[in-house]
């Protein structure tokens, strides 16, 4: 090794030289793109501890002179008929997001366990018709399935929420979860199975408790896409009681259009439970979400 | 892979021919039990619709939903749609939205986890920021850069004044020639973190002893780059790509919340023209007839997803 150090040091230095200009470049661009990120974020935030007035300011205000938390006593108060609102927008997203996770789990782990472990006549035409779902937009299926909502009378309640929402999240979950059942060795099921368990059993007793981290992964993104939905939201509810939080903050901030400090207050508010759970569990998530892409 | 692969293997082989399909699907009904609820939910919800979505592409049908009175017309929708101005202006709009901001996102997405595929002290930190604004609802996005971008107090204005580059604040989103453009922006915010995430878990794969055999044979970081790290990129480059394209085609809410598709059309995609025709001026028939063109458009872009992730599973099975 000394040998070969020695006879091609010299190119060896100017290579390192390059290579730290190809670093500093990486370390540049780094700061382009956290500024770029971020930059919006932290605008939204100052924007959110202004008053009306300062921020409706030319020249504007780069950090307020009286920051002040009245945008979000505003929207917490129940006292008040924004607070009123919003708290009811927030409560009604919390609850269709946690009933559409909760059920996409339990369908899609069944489902996506048969597509890794068995192999039936049709199996792969199942599965890419699956897939095939999150190809299509909304927008299409949008007439229809308002009219369907309105024969089974669900038009203007969560379940038609709930519903819609399984149609796009079930086909991710299945995928995500496929990819974790992918790798979890079969014979550790042919083991138990030798012991004496049934299938079933052994499905619950060694494959559920293994694949823990992709149906974390799967709720989480179940939940976030319930969580930011927004066109049939806004399609198939009328109804001001009945809202979830996007939809919500639209039809609330047209009334009142130059409340800008309200609605960054409303936007943050809004992003902070995804962003902690994402931040929290992103481990998880990340892991499952480019399981199936990256093999080669 | 010699060893056997569990009993889904095994069945493969033993399947037998053509004659005894049915008996196979007998055999096997046990195994549907368990895809059963997922599929059905998918019919209900999915093949009804695109069921009814082409029977009303051939009607003329009443405002109002009403539909019962509709009239058969035949393709009269679809002539009426290719011929029209709208459609290629839109169809324009479209594909520039799509490619600009697939284009840009995933450069930018597989720039960042090149820039960050060597450790340093906070880049889970780092990472974790970057990610963020791809977390958040895309209606709170919409809303903060119409605020960004206010063209009586946004600060990218105020900037631009302060540095005397502009006289006074230029109008972004109200501008026919400048909105496409700043909602590409936005949207490129929100969607640069999942190519980035994507390629990050694409880099872990490249092997690090070819890289410094590259090295040693004295290539420099460029040619590392070009013939050793991107050839093993091919395939999760391919499928990032496929899902921010069709991501981008199906986009709603950015353009639809930050300026519905305006100022005169010039800020209208595809998706937000059919859903205007259909929920604004209630003229279901052509909006079915333009989700069938998109349908048709997005089999083709479909088709080519699902050939490039079934060359992953084949290079995997052969492995």
Known sequence: ?296 | MTIVTGKAEARRKLQPGRSGALRDIWEHRADYAYVLPAIAVMLIVIAYPIYYTIELSFYKTPPGLQLRDKTFIGFDNYTAILTSEVFWKVTWNTLIWTFGSTFISFVLGFATALALHRDFIGRGVLRAILIIPWVISAVAASYIWKWIYHSDFGIIGAVLVGLGLADRPPNFIDNVSTVLPSLIVVNIWREFPFAMIMMMAGLQTVPEQLLLAAKVDGANAWQRFWHVTFPHLRNVSVVTILLLAVANFNSFIIPWIMTGGGPSNASHIWITHIYELAFGRQRWGVASAYSVLLFIILMTLGYFYVRALSGNERKEGGA
């Not at chain 1, 974020?41 to 959110?48: A, E």
């Not at chain 1, 009219?147 to 979950?173: E, K, Q």
């Open chain 1, 1 to 296: 090794m000394s040998a070969i150090a020695e006879t091609v040091s010299r190119g060896q230095t100017r290579r390192r030289m390059r290579v730290d200009g190809w670093r500093w470049a990486g370390r540049i661009f780094l700061v382009f793109m956290l500024l770029y990120t971020a930059l919006p974020m932290i605008w939204m935030l100052i924007t959110s501890i202004k008053s009306g007035f300062a921020a409706t300011q030319f020249p504007p205000q780069w950090w307020p002179d009286e920051p002040t938390l009245a945008s979000y006593r505003k929207l917490l108060d129940p006292q008040n008929s924004v607070g009123q609102d919003f708290l009811r927008f927030f409560w009604n997203s919390l609850f269709v997001s946690t009933v559409t996770t909760i059920l996409s789990v339990i369908v899609a782990v069944p489902a996506a366990y048969a597509f890794s472990r068995f192999s039936f006549p049709g199996r792969n035409f199942l599965f890419f018709a699956v897939l095939l779902r999150n190809m299509f937009p909304a927008v299409i299926f949008l007439v229809p399935l308002f009219i369907l909502m309105r024969a089974i009378g669900l038009v203007n309640t969560h379940g038609s929420l709930i519903l819609t929402y399984l149609t796009f999240g079930l086909p991710l979950a299945i995928w995500l979860l496929k990819g974790f059942y992918d790798n979890i060795p079969v014979q550790l099921e042919q083991a138990a199975r030798i012991d004496g368990a049934t299938r079933f059993q052994a499905f619950i007793l060694i494959v559920m408790p293994l694949s823990t981290p992709g149906i974390i992964a799967t709720a989480i993104y179940s939940f976030i896409g319930a969580w930011n939905e927004y066109i049939y939201a806004y399609t198939f509810l009328s109804k001001n009681e009945q809202l979830t939080l996007p939809v919500g903050i639209q039809r609330f901030f047209s009334e009142n259009t130059t409340d800008f400090p309200g609605l960054m207050a409303a936007s943050f508010m809004m992003s902070v439970p995804v962003v902690v759970l994402f931040l929290v569990l992103q481990r998880y998530f990340v892991r499952a979400l480019t399981e199936g892409a990256v093999k080669h």
